[in-house]
T-cell receptor, first 112, second 110 residues
Framework: KQEVTQIPAALSVPEGENLVLNCSFT??????LQWFRQDPGKGLTSLLL?????REQTSGRLNASLDKSSGRSTLYIAASQPGDSATYLC???????????FGKGTLLTVNP | DGGITQSPKYLFRKEGQNVTLSCEQN?????MYWYRQDPGQGLRLIYY???????QKGDIAEGYSVSREKKESFPLTVTSAQKNPTAFYLC?????????FGEGSRLTVL
């Protein structure tokens, strides 16, 4: 059974720092990996989707990498801003009907 | 604008009552999903549907039921058989594998 772990569970940084969020998964046979952002009491917003054949994806200040063989993905946030404060979740798709397995998330706080 | 609409946003229920959460999407997506989110836990899949008039159980389907009579709609009923229904419920849909979510419905059992 696929398990997804996100480390750290919480992270607090000063504004302007570059930071890395980590996601690991136990079964490397994945179809894709997706990073989401969740604000308190809200739904999830898709940030980046990496197909299993890709190594990374970029969107603005966000860069996500994928290393299937080691079961790892990282989300890099450049020049962090207070508006980046949220919970970030990663989820892997094992290729069966687009069912995702989620990590518990990393709560990011960016201090002005 | 295209998106997923969940209603109600907040719902209170007495023990022993069934409640139905609405999920409507105008993205023309074939697949729809219901997830449950509890504090300190990852999202867990309740039910999913790939096409109209067909749906499958997820990891925690006991105490829940769904229907998929229209492509746009995937309502979730939380029955009295669900032992711990207080949670945040999220509906999602996809066409290509990238999941899009609604804003969620928070159910509280009194």
């Amino acid at each position: 059974k696929q398990e997804v772990t996100q480390i750290p569970a919480a992270l607090s940084v000063p504004e302007g720092e570059n930071l890395v969020l980590n996601c690991s998964f136990t079964d490397s046979a994945i179809y894709n990996l997706q990073w989401f952002r969740q604000d308190p009491g809200k739904g999830l917003t898709s940030l980046l989707l990496i197909q299993s054949s890709q190594r990374e994806q970029t969107s603005g200040r966000l860069n996500a990498s994928l290393d299937k063989s080691s079961g790892r993905s990282t989300l890099y946030i450049a020049a962090s801003q207070p508006g980046d404060s949220a919970t970030y979740l990663c989820a892997v798709d094992g290729g069966s009907n687009y069912k995702l397995t989620f990590g518990k998330g990393t709560l990011l706080t960016v201090n002005p | 604008d295209g998106g997923i609409t969940q209603s109600p946003k907040y719902l209170f229920r007495k023990e022993g009552q069934n409640v139905t959460l609405s999920c409507e999407q105008n993205l023309n997506h074939d697949a729809m999903y219901w997830y449950r989110q509890d504090p300190g836990q990852g999202l867990r899949l309740i039910y999913y549907s790939q096409i109209v008039n067909d749906f499958q159980k997820g990891d925690i389907a006991e105490g829940y039921s769904v229907s998929r009579e229209k492509k746009e709609s995937f309502p979730l009923t939380v029955t009295s058989a669900q032992k711990n229904p207080t949670a945040f419920y999220l509906c999602a849909s996809t066409f290509t594998g990238e999941l899009f979510f609604g804003e969620g419905s928070r159910l509280t059992v009194l």
